[in-house]
């Protein structure tokens, strides 16, 4: 049988280090563990990753690329309530594929220097394109909100949507693991916005909620 290239073999070290971080957490999954998980030897691992650090280091290289992708916001347009409801479920979608990098984020910032050089800024992402998204609403005449209750808002829902995986865990942490929380963050998240909009937008919002809600 022919040998499997090596990108190939680095490519299924990240998939089964992210399958056990998402499901064990990450301080409890050893390269060891990854390795016996896999059927290949720690010294097969550590020639491809020397140290668990490069495994995370790698996820969390790969997360960042495929966030910031999702919160490219519209630029040709004024943005819409759906632009924020496909906002929020890309956002999430991202955040549930990565769980772990929430979970454990002020952990992993502590002991990881990558990680806590750059998740700054992904935050900073994420509370950018949503004040530009509200800020299109309100250029829509969609919503009422000064440019302080449009920082505030943003602010808040980058807020919950990066802290919410920890807070839901906490209150349930026996519940399976099965993506419910992802849609309860994402309507909490949806609820904010809520107050601010013009009648007709604030029912077409209810009625994108209501999927998550339900």
Not at 49 to 76: C, D, G, Q
Not at 100 to 128: G, S
């Amino acid at each position: 049988m022919a040998r499997k290239p090596q990108r190939r073999t680095k490519e299924r070290i990240l998939e089964t280090a992210l399958a056990l971080f998402n499901r064990l957490g990450e301080p409890s999954v050893t390269p060891s563990a990854i390795a016996e998980e896999m059927g290949i030897s720690p010294g097969n691992l550590h020639y491809h990753f020397p140290s668990k650090e490069k495994i995370v280091e790698a996820l969390f290289t790969a997360f960042r690329a495929e966030i910031e992708h999702t919160l490219a916001a519209p630029e040709t347009r004024p943005s819409d309530v759906e632009d924020v409801w496909l906002f929020l479920h890309l956002v999430f979608e991202a955040i549930w594929k990565y769980r772990f990098l929430y979970r454990d984020i002020t952990d992993l910032v502590a002991r990881y220097r990558l990680i806590e050089r750059q998740f700054r800024l992904v935050l900073a992402h994420k509370q950018t394109t949503a004040a530009a998204i509200l800020s299109g609403l309100v250029a829509r005449g969609e919503m009422t909100a000064s440019p302080a209750d449009v920082e505030a808002l943003a602010a808040n829902m980058t807020l919950i949507a990066t802290y919410w995986l920890s807070f839901d865990y906490v209150r349930r942490p026996r519940s399976a693991d099965d993506g419910a929380a992802l849609a309860r963050g994402a309507y909490q998240v949806m609820a904010l916005a809520a107050p601010y909009l013009a009648p007709r937008e604030r029912a077409l919002l209810d009625h994108l909620a209501e999927r998550y809600r339900s």
